[in-house]
């Protein structure tokens, strides 16, 4: 009997051990899966606080889910949506502008990036030729570079003179005034960018062939000019950033964070509700019926 007793005790110390064993070995493996998932999440910010390419990906798909609801409500509603960049050369502008289009319909999102004005523009009431390129009903329009040329790149680069970039600085609000009183929701964005960061960004333009084109004269000629720009921006904040226009300053360090950023302030700033639509479902067809022609097509070679 107490032979048989022993042998029980024996067993359940046995038991005992193993369960210890398995809740250890359960801990480890949670302790283990707790350390991935941190690792998980501090692989999507990256070294230097930068989102990892997942990360902004992710982020960017909601946000363009928006975008769309944005767009459906703006023609639904027919508002009208001015959206102004402006920013020193190498902001991260044109990636910007990319990112907010690159989802929605070209007929309803319009980026305006007018050329150097014509000798007939140039003798035109300056800020004439931006006029026509305003929303109508139904209709977002994004100046990559507006008429606040006249602040930045006219006035630092000797294109206009002292008084008429004065007298710009002084009419601005009372324009925009006009603008948004006609029912038009304007919004105005300056990248700010530190020297560091835009000298490795004209730098990269160099040998990148993707990006050369990016790279012209005038960012050359103003790129040792960087005081003078900063002077001007502040000068013009000073005179136009008023409550019925303001300016909002996005820093454009991390390029997928400003967008991201900028994307999200666009879509809390101008007021839409999603539009409930009918569930779409693809209608049956029949196929077969007609036989195709032998004709001698000319086909684009595939090389990939």
């Given at each position: 009997?107490?032979?048989?007793?022993?042998?029980?005790?024996?067993?359940?110390?046995?038991?005992?051990?193993?369960?210890?064993?398995?809740?250890?070995?359960?801990?480890?493996?949670?302790?283990?899966?707790?350390?991935?998932?941190?690792?998980?999440?501090?692989?999507?910010?990256?070294?230097?606080?930068?989102?990892?390419?997942?990360?902004?990906?992710?982020?960017?798909?909601?946000?363009?889910?928006?975008?769309?609801?944005?767009?459906?409500?703006?023609?639904?509603?027919?508002?009208?949506?001015?959206?102004?960049?402006?920013?020193?050369?190498?902001?991260?502008?044109?990636?910007?502008?990319?990112?907010?289009?690159?989802?929605?319909?070209?007929?309803?999102?319009?980026?305006v990036a007018l050329p150097a004005p014509t000798e007939r523009e140039k003798?035109?009431?300056?800020?004439?030729?931006?006029?026509?390129?305003?929303?109508?009903?139904?209709?977002?329009?994004?100046?990559?570079?507006?008429?606040?040329?006249?602040?930045?790149?006219?006035?630092?680069?000797?294109?206009?003179?002292?008084?008429?970039?004065?007298?710009?600085?002084?009419?601005?609000?009372?324009?925009?005034?006009?603008?948004?009183?006609?029912?038009?929701?304007?919004?105005?964005?300056?990248?700010?960018?530190?020297?560091?960061?835009?000298?490795?960004?004209?730098?990269?333009?160099?040998?990148?062939?993707?990006k050369t084109w990016k790279l012209s004269p005038m960012d050359l000629k103003?790129?040792?000019?960087?005081?003078?720009?900063?002077?001007?921006?502040?000068?013009?904040?000073?005179?136009?950033?008023?409550?019925?226009?303001?300016?909002?300053?996005?820093?454009?360090?991390?390029?997928?964070?400003?967008?991201?950023?900028?994307?999200?302030?666009?879509?809390?700033?101008?007021?839409?509700?999603?539009?409930?639509?009918?569930?779409?479902?693809?209608?049956?067809?029949?196929?077969?019926?007609?036989?195709?022609?032998?004709?001698?097509?000319?086909?684009?070679?595939?090389?990939?």
């Amino acid at each position: 009997m107490g032979k048989k007793k022993d042998e029980m005790k024996s067993a359940e110390s046995d038991n005992t051990e193993v369960k210890t064993t398995e809740v250890a070995a359960a801990d480890e493996k949670g302790a283990s899966k707790g350390k991935s998932k941190a690792k998980k999440a501090e692989g999507d910010v990256g070294a230097g606080g930068k989102l990892s390419d997942k990360a902004y990906a992710r982020e960017l798909k909601k946000l363009h889910v928006e975008l769309v609801k944005l767009q459906q409500w703006v023609v639904h509603k027919g508002l009208k949506v001015c959206i102004l960049f402006e920013g020193r050369d190498g902001a991260g502008k044109g990636g910007t502008i990319k990112a907010i289009t690159e989802r929605v319909s070209p007929r309803v999102f319009r980026v305006v990036a007018l050329p150097a004005p014509t000798e007939r523009e140039k003798s035109q009431m300056y800020i004439q030729r931006y006029f026509g390129h305003l929303p109508a009903a139904g209709e977002v329009v994004i100046f990559d570079r507006s008429w606040y040329n006249r602040a930045g790149v006219e006035r630092v680069m000797g294109f206009c003179s002292e008084d008429q970039a004065q007298k710009f600085l002084k009419a601005a609000p009372l324009v925009e005034k006009a603008i948004v009183e006609s029912g038009v929701i304007l919004l105005k964005f300056w990248l700010e960018v530190s020297a560091e960061e835009q000298t490795r960004r004209l730098a990269a333009r160099i040998d990148d062939g993707r990006k050369t084109w990016k790279l012209s004269p005038m960012d050359l000629k103003s790129y040792d000019r960087w005081d003078d720009y900063t002077k001007a921006r502040d000068e013009m904040f000073t005179a136009t950033d008023v409550s019925w226009a303001p300016w909002y300053v996005a820093r454009s360090e991390d390029k997928k964070r400003v967008r991201l950023n900028v994307i999200s302030h666009i879509l809390s700033h101008v007021p839409y509700e999603a539009i409930e639509t009918r569930k779409i479902k693809l209608p049956k067809r029949k196929t077969g019926r007609v036989q195709a022609v032998d004709y001698p097509f000319h086909y684009v070679t595939e090389r990939f």
